[in-house]
């Protein structure tokens, strides 16, 4: 899924390590040092954020935001977004169908 992908390039990024005597902004780096902690420690990075992928949104956009009275997509949420972000729209799906009949 695309909170899987994205876990394992956080991963990737917090653990990619420094080679003999390289340099970044000014930076030098022992061999072995992790990159982007000490960049985020030092304030040249500041916040890593997923891109995301514009064909999957138009997607969830037609399926989801504007079938206003059609059921969620909750497995494309899932795929997309992930399980927890999939269980907030389907908790606040049922929460909301449960206030108009009661």
Known sequence: SSQ???SIIKYWLENMRAKQGEVLHNIHFLEGQPIIPELSARGVIQ????LHEQRI???L???WVQAVCEKQPLDDICDYFGVKIAM???WLGFYTTSMLYP
């Open 47 to 50: 916040q890593v954020f997923p």
């Open 4 to 6: 899987e992908r994205q």
């Open 61 to 63: 956009m037609k399926s």
């Open 57 to 59: 949104l138009s997607q």
């Open 88 to 90: 907030y729209f389907a």
